[in-house]
């Protein structure tokens, strides 16, 4: 594998591992819905177009968890982190908090994104999102993480908050 891509696993793992932090340093943080029953496998297989073979969840503590969709080959596939609070504004708060640092990691500005969940931007590749009181992290890697895999994230993004009530 080359450094790119293996930076940029990284760095989508320290994101999802970041959100946690945050989330777990304030009080009063409740579970996270599952990203795996929050969209559907065809709604993922459109974004990366291709057919989703496998599905895994993982539980991050009370916090959070994440879903892996894999298709049949090594890539393309998509990872969802999803943390939930007991209130919309610990997890603003949070979402700026995490968009700044994860911004200052990477050394790059965030772009805002409008008409997904109440706040969104992307850093790097990834598309965070929050709506109500949960933050959302999208990821997806396609042969490499480049910029042409932010349309991809954006569109699962969409979905997958289209069935989320705040």
Do not use: W
């Amino acid at each position: 594998m080359n450094l790119r891509f293996r930076l940029g696993a990284a760095v989508a793992a320290l994101a999802a591992y970041s959100a946690m932090i945050c989330g777990a340093a304030l009080p009063g943080v409740a579970a996270a819905g599952d990203p795996c029953a929050t969209i559907s496998t065809s709604d993922v297989s459109s974004a990366l177009g291709a057919p989703v073979t496998t599905t895994k969840r993982r539980q991050h503590g009370t916090q959070g968890a994440s879903c892996s969709f894999r298709t049949a080959h090594f890539s393309p596939y998509a990872t969802i982190t999803a943390i939930r609070f007991h209130s919309a504004s610990e997890a603003s708060s949070t979402f700026r908090d995490m968009i700044a640092q994860n911004a200052k990691m990477e050394s790059q500005k965030p772009v805002p994104l409008h008409g997904i969940g109440d706040d969104a931007a992307v850093v790097s590749t990834i598309v965070y999102t929050r709506k109500g009181s949960a933050i959302y992290t999208f990821s997806i890697v396609d042969g490499a993480r480049t910029a042409q895999s932010i349309p991809k994230s954006e569109a699962l993004a969409k979905a997958t908050l289209a069935h989320v009530q705040p």
